[in-house]
């Protein structure tokens, strides 16, 4: 695969945590490349290191050990502010639990990434509104999460990750709080959004119906790759 | 602006929480502004008290403060005049000056001719228009005691002295007693009364009949075309025999402690001197000096030194806080209570604004990891959850001073009374909130600092919490 072409490049990369005296392997020398516009599910049970993975990638966490490289960047070598900087302009996330900001709108919501980017006001609005369209809920726009379904919170949390078009979308079991017909709109809304922008998707899921739209499927079983 | 709309949506998610929080502040700063007030108003009124009775500096000759008291004879003044326009013509000196007294201080036997009593006292001779300028010194604007409804029998009826009443004085009631010029069998014609017992008759549980004594005066004045009169004895300086003047007694009235009330006598000063030096010029025992400020004390005092050394007069001078140090006393006394209020209010608002930010904290553990999520760094956060505890402290901090100025307002109307420390008359409690803002200013900085450090720790371990863990929190 062309260097130019991988977006993360994870190489040897293992996490343990402690708990009391005892330490646990979450990851086990895992490698794994992901190109830029792929969109990639991990897959495996729970308790196979799919969350910890992804926590990796979107620089919330630290790898014990190994290197992960994004966009050509060795994250680990990035303090807190360029670290949230980097987060903030180049990734993008959907949580299995929406996570919105309950005191914010669903049109402050989404604005709210571009804020940190310092992005012109009336740029902002544009980007805001494009990306509530795109979802379908532009007339939802002055409505707080708690006024929304459990899918239109999810569609509120796809438009934020994406309205910065970042490189990068992570998405922790997004479909895992909603039921299977609102759970399949969400990942076709999430496919066709990443044909469209071209940025590059990791859903963690052990749901089959997502895993069937994957570019690649990489199944994780006690911390390594199976395939 | 966009930390802004966040921090006060977040007060307003549990408004019970962030009510009772915000009460808490507003009370505990009113409180403090209030107490401050008060506090204020006692050192002015100590102040304006200790100023109006001694002036703001003394000056005497010298070694008469330490040695004489017993002896105001060699230690008088025969040049109070040339001093008087000494100070005034100084241009350092004269633009702060109000005006330039003077006083005798000395003491001697009474003696009533119509009661067969005598005793001995303690006599303050004054300029008394000055002296009741002196008094009446208010530059605070506090309540004056005169004013008040409570304390008319006290000021009613006749002056104590008058510039025109060169041998008329007033007596403490305690003096008149001993003197038995409260009997009205005794009062003026030289007789004892057979009927009367020869022990003092003291008004019911010995407490101050002020308009039985007060009426006495009068009377007296009117029965004779005078008044009563006492004879004031003093030893000469120069020994030999002792002079005599007789006082025309004004009016009596309660002194402020029991010796000044027993021993007291306060009379013209030419009579005083007249007394102390017969047939000589006007003697004075102190020169007083009332400034225009009071801050002006200590500036004013070094220019005496400096005058009365290039002048080479053997002058000492001694300012309101030496010869009173009631007042610094007092002043460091209410000063650690205030601190002390000040600290334990702190501790509340702290504790109150801690607990608050605390347990909103944990419960938007997840909401926090999903921001840093999204690129708001460490700083970024401590700066939106600081936020919040200064918006509390804010909006508590404004509540506490619109209830301060009500404070404030309201005990005005309610018009509280009582006799402080040192005075022998009711004053009006003030709280100076609204004339002394700098108490609210304390108050409410006060307030919005305790939010900063209370809401400090619980931001700083929010900040630092790995944002997975974070994120896992529920």
């Known amino acids: 695969m062309p260097a130019a072409e991988i977006l993360v490049e994870a190489t040897n990369v293992s996490k343990e945590y402690r708990l009391g005296k005892t330490t646990i392997p979450a990851l086990r020398g895992l490698s794994l490349d992901i190109r830029r516009g792929s969109f990639v599910i991990i897959a495996g049970p729970s308790g196979s290191g799919k969350s910890t993975l992804l926590n990796l990638f979107g620089c919330l966490d630290q790898p014990t050990g190994g290197s992960i490289r994004i966009a050509g960047q060795d994250v680990a070598k990035l303090g807190d502010a360029a670290l949230s900087a980097f987060r903030a302009r180049r990734m993008g996330f959907i949580f299995q639990s929406f996570n919105l900001v309950p005191v914010l709108s669903a049109y402050e919501n989404v604005e709210y990434p571009l804020r940190l980017n310092r992005v012109p006001r009336p740029e902002t609005k544009e980007r805001t509104m494009t990306m509530l369209e795109a979802v379908g809920l532009e007339k939802h726009a002055r409505h707080r999460p708690g006024e929304l379904s459990g899918g239109q919170r999810q569609r509120v949390a796809i438009a934020r990750a994406l309205v910065t078009h970042p490189d990068l979308v992570l998405a922790d079991e997004p479909t895992a709080n909603l039921d299977s017909k609102t759970g399949a709109r969400i990942v076709d809304l999430m496919h066709a959004m990443q044909q469209r922008s071209g940025t590059a998707f990791i859903i963690a899921t052990h749901d089959e119906m997502v895993a069937a739209r994957a570019h690649d499927v990489h199944k994780l079983h006690d911390g390594r790759l199976e395939s | ?474």
């Open chain 2, 1 to 474: 602006m966009q930390d802004v709309i966040l921090a006060l949506r977040n007060i307003g998610r549990n408004r019970r929480r962030s009510l009772v929080t915000i009460l808490a502040v507003a009370l505990s700063c009113s409180g403090l502004a209030l107490f401050g007030g008060y506090v204020s108003w006692a050192f002015r009124g100590v102040e304006e008290q200790t100023v109006g009775l001694y002036g703001h500096i003394q000056i005497y000759k010298k070694g008469y403060y330490a040695n004489g008291g017993g002896d105001p004879s060699s230690y008088a003044l025969a040049n109070y005049d040339e001093i008087k326009t000494l100070l005034e013509h100084d241009p350092f000196i004269g633009p702060r000056l109000e005006f330039v007294t003077a006083q005798i201080i000395f003491n001697g036997m009474v003696t009533s001719a119509s009661t067969h009593t005598a005793t001995t006292f303690f006599g303050l001779g004054v300029f008394p228009s000055d002296d009741e300028r002196l008094w009446q010194w208010n530059p605070y604007a506090l309540f004056p005691a005169r004013n008040l409804a409570i304390n008319a029998p006290l000021f009613a009826g006749p002056s104590e002295l008058a510039d025109n009443d060169l041998e008329g004085g007033s007596l403490g009631t305690g003096l008149g007693r001993i003197l038995r010029l409260d009997r009205p069998s005794e009062k003026m014609d030289g007789r004892k009364d057979a009927s009367v017992s020869p022990e003092p008759v003291l008004p019911a549980s010995a407490e101050v009949d002020l308009p039985f004594l007060t009426e006495q005066s009068e009377t007296a004045s009117k029965d004779e075309g005078g008044r009563a009169t006492v004879e004031l004895v003093c030893m000469p300086p120069d020994g030999g025999v002792p002079n005599v003047v007789t006082l025309g007694i004004r009016k009596v009235m309660p002194r402020a402690t029991k010796e000044f009330d027993d021993q007291l006598i306060k009379l013209h000063i030419r009579h005083a001197s007249a007394l102390l030096f017969p047939g000589q010029p006007l003697h004075v025992t102190t020169v007083i000096i009332l400034l225009r400020k009071s801050a002006d004390t200590t500036a004013v005092t070094e220019r005496l030194q400096t005058l009365f050394g290039e002048k080479k007069l053997d002058l000492e001078t001694k300012t309101w806080t030496e010869i009173r140090p009631f007042y610094n006393q007092i002043r460091r006394m209410l000063g650690i209570i205030f601190v002390f209020v000040f600290v334990l209010l702190a501790m509340l608002v702290v504790f109150t604004i801690y607990n608050t930010q605390n347990a909103g904290i944990i419960e938007r553990m997840s909401e926090l990891g999903t921001l840093r999520a999204l690129g708001v760094n460490r700083w970024g956060l401590w700066k939106i959850l600081i936020l919040e505890g200064l918006f509390l402290g804010l909006i508590g901090g404004i509540g506490g001073v619109l209830l301060g100025i009500a404070g404030d307002l309201f005990l005005r109307a309610l018009e509280v009374v009582y006799v402080p420390p040192g005075v022998s008359f009711f004053a009006r409690v003030e709280v100076l909130v609204l004339r002394h803002p700098a108490v609210l200013v304390l108050a409410f900085t006060g307030s919005l600092l305790c939010a900063l450090i209370s809401s400090a720790f619980p931001a700083r371990r929010a900040a630092l919490t790995p944002i997975v863990e974070a994120l896992r929190h529920t």
